[in-house]
């Protein structure tokens, strides 16, 4: 991505900021499997984070920015989530037009398009930015050969302004499929933070 342009994203300050080499999941994952006893839940709890390192490494292997997320017991099990921002341009002398990107947000493994049922794209305002592209719905990733994921996803298209052809994409996604309101919620609540800076600086 060309020039200096960075980004601020505020997560909730229960979440935690990767370093997308996968120590701080262990770490969580750790502090997860300490709240429960029960055999179900902690099997539970193993296969949410075995998926969130594959999610991981799939995002540092296509040039995530920055990622944070969450795994945080309730009374009634697990909620995971997860927000990474990532920065995609355009090849040269190709326009990257939203029906391109929409398709290119939502790829199996194999690289196979996989447009979800409930997709929708949508206009939204964010507070320091103004108006962008949003594609939601439930997308099924292929982790690893034998995984496959069904995940609630929420992609926001901010163009860099002066920038043409380069956007960043803030991506929030959770494999909490029945929370579908209430995760998006937090997930658009999450993105009205984000705002570009002048020089490039961390997610915080």
Request: net charge negative.
């Amino acid at each position: 991505m060309a020039g200096a342009t960075g980004f601020v994203l505020n997560v909730p300050s229960s979440w935690t900021d990767f370093d997308l080499s996968g120590e701080a999941l262990a770490a969580m994952r750790q502090a997860a499997l300490a709240e429960v006893h029960e055999t179900r839940l902690r099997a539970e709890v193993n296969d949410y984070f075995r998926k969130a390192r594959e999610i991981t490494r799939a995002a540092r292997r296509q040039g995530a920015l920055y990622a944070a997320g969450t795994a945080t017991m309730y009374d009634d099990g697990l909620f995971m989530g997860h927000c990474m921002v990532f920065a995609v341009s355009a090849p040269a002398g190709q326009e990257l037009t939203l029906p391109v990107l929409s398709a290119q947000l939502s790829r199996t493994g194999d690289g196979e398009s996989a447009q979800p049922a409930d997709r929708t794209v949508t206009a939204v305002e964010l507070p320091d930015i103004g108006t962008v592209a949003r594609i939601t719905g439930t997308e099924e990733a292929q982790l690893m050969d034998d995984i496959r994921i069904r995940m609630l996803t929420m992609h926001t298209i901010v163009p860099l302004p002066g920038e043409q052809g380069n956007y960043l994409i803030v991506t929030c996604a959770t494999p909490n499929l029945p929370l579908a309101e209430q995760a998006y919620d937090l997930f658009d609540a999450i993105t009205s933070t984000f705002r570009l800076v002048a020089a490039p600086v961390a997610g915080t």
